[in-house]
């Protein structure tokens, strides 16, 4: 007869708590757990201020004009680049936000 043994204890521990001692650490445990940018979450994980948080990330995130969301750099700057530089030239003016636009018109 045959007869199938069933675990009774626990053979893989539980992944440990990441580290988190910067900004750009934080966004990457918030990338994970939430799938987008979310300054307010990176803010709340480090016990810091949100304008602190976007000022350590610098030019890693970026605010897309069109819909006001934070999205990482690389991602915002790949993709459909020329349609996006008319959308983001202007809102350079009033955000301050130049090195995007001028990466995307470096075409």
Do not use: C, K
Not at 10 to 39: K, W
Not at 45 to 64: A, K, M, P, Q, S
Request: hydrophobic share 40%.
């Amino acid at each position: 007869m045959f007869f199938l043994m069933m675990p009774t204890t626990r053979t893989l521990a539980p992944p440990p708590a990441p580290v988190i001692t910067s900004a750009s650490d934080a966004l990457a445990v918030v990338l994970n757990e939430r799938g987008h940018v979310d300054p307010d979450h990176i803010a709340e994980v480090l016990h810091r201020d949100v304008d602190d948080v976007i000022g350590e990330l610098g030019e890693t995130i970026f605010r897309d004009p069109s819909n006001g969301s934070w999205q990482m750099s690389d991602a915002y700057l790949s993709g459909a680049v020329r349609s996006s530089a008319p959308v983001s030239r202007p809102a350079t003016r009033s955000i301050g936000s130049f090195l995007a636009v001028s990466t995307m018109t470096g075409l």
